[in-house]
Nanobody, 123 residues
Framework: QVHLVESGGGSVQAGGSLSLSCQAS????????MGWFRRAPGKEREEVAS???????TYADSVKGRFTISKDNAKNTLYLQMNSLKPEDTAMYYC?????????????????WGQGTQVTVSS
């Protein structure tokens, strides 16, 4: 069992920055895929960024160049640095993890998920 707890959300004006953290605990190690999803009101859940066990990172086109995902294996913590925030980044952000790639994880309806942290960007 894996437990994920997000923190760091909040409200910011457009152009500002926020940093999210996800503390993982339980049966998780560096072999897990980890990443961030978001869901805005009235929209489908969207994968924002992920990091594979080998360190390869993937970003949604909408956040490339603005968001940076990283992790500290020693602390079992995942981060998402969000810069140049836009109103369209407003959403609930969720940390996720699994031993399989996220595209397979989502299709299979599995994975470990945090409770989410709200990010609100005002214009």
């Amino acid at each position: 069992q894996v437990h994920l707890v997000e923190s760091g959300g909040g409200s910011v004006q457009a152009g500002g920055s926020l940093s999210l953290s996800c503390q993982a605990s339980g049966d998780i190690d560096e072999t897990y895929y980890m990443g961030w999803f978001r869901r805005a009101p009235g929209k489908e859940r969207e994968e924002v960024a992920s990091i594979a066990p080998d360190g390869t990172t993937t970003y949604a086109d909408s956040v490339k160049g603005r968001f940076t995902i990283s992790k500290d294996n020693a602390k079992n913590t995942l981060y998402l640095q969000m810069n140049s925030l836009k109103p369209e980044d407003t959403a609930m952000y969720y940390c996720a993890s699994d031993v399989i790639p996220f595209d397979i994880m989502v299709r299979a309806g599995r994975g470990y998920w945090g409770q989410g942290t709200q990010v609100t960007v005002s214009s």
